[in-house]
């Protein structure tokens, strides 16, 4: 995995090809000030739309429900889902300046810097709802996070998460998917491609799992 080229861009090839963490966050040490400008302007990002509307269908438009944003970032997915009337968010990242620049747009009612490679620190059933966009990707975490993802959420309560096409294999998510399933831990509720980066021509598998009763 490391070195591989899988974009033309730079600072996108030192996110996905970071060989541990503490690269990882360097890379988003320097990014953090450009981000936004970065992937909507220059990449032509557009999957945190997506899963906002994805969540916003699987809610059916219940918007009092608490809502994690698992590796949040800059907190774009969390601006679309105020645009679609949520207000009860808390944010979560493992870059502080990450987090920072979330915090400036005071949408969060609580932002957690946390490793989503270990337990977090969340009571069980806390969330009615967690949506992680760009995560589950090159570079960051396998399949198990979605093993705390499930944990935090509550009994009936839904998952929206983006898988980036090429990784959806490589990182064993399809497997540990398959495996939460067999357990009965979630069940699936859709599963589709969708644009992830227009300027790029990539897409991203959109998964919504409900938590069971």
Not at 50 to 60: C, D, G, I, R, S
Not at 104 to 121: E, H, N, T
Request: proline letters at 1%.
């Amino acid at each position: 995995m490391s070195e591989r080229k899988i974009t033309e861009i730079e600072i996108l090839n030192r996110v996905y090809n970071a060989a541990d963490h503490e690269t990882l966050m360097s890379a988003y040490r320097d990014w953090a000030a450009h981000y936004d400008s970065d992937l909507l302007g220059r990449f032509g990002y557009v999957a945190h739309i997506a899963t906002a509307k994805a969540l916003h269908e699987a809610l059916t438009g219940v918007t009092k429900a608490r809502i994690l944003d698992a590796g949040c970032g800059t907190g774009l997915v969390g601006e679309e889902l105020v645009k679609l009337g949520y207000r009860h968010l808390d944010a979560l990242d493992y870059s502080a300046e990450m987090l920072d620049q979330a915090a400036q747009k005071a949408i969060y009612d609580k932002q957690m810097q946390a490793d989503m490679k270990k337990r977090l620190p969340i009571d069980d059933n806390r969330y009615d709802a967690v949506v992680c966009t760009g995560t589950f990707t090159y570079g960051h975490v396998t399949g198990a996070a979605f093993d705390e993802l499930v944990r935090i959420t509550r009994p009936g309560g839904v998952i929206v998460f983006t898988i980036r096409e090429g990784a959806y294999e490589e990182y064993g998510y399809r497997r540990r998917m398959l495996d939460l399933e067999m357990a009965d831990a979630w069940e699936l509720v859709s599963f589709y491609d969708t644009p992830y980066q227009l300027e790029e021509g990539n897409t991203c598998k959109m998964c919504t799992y409900r938590i069971a009763s």
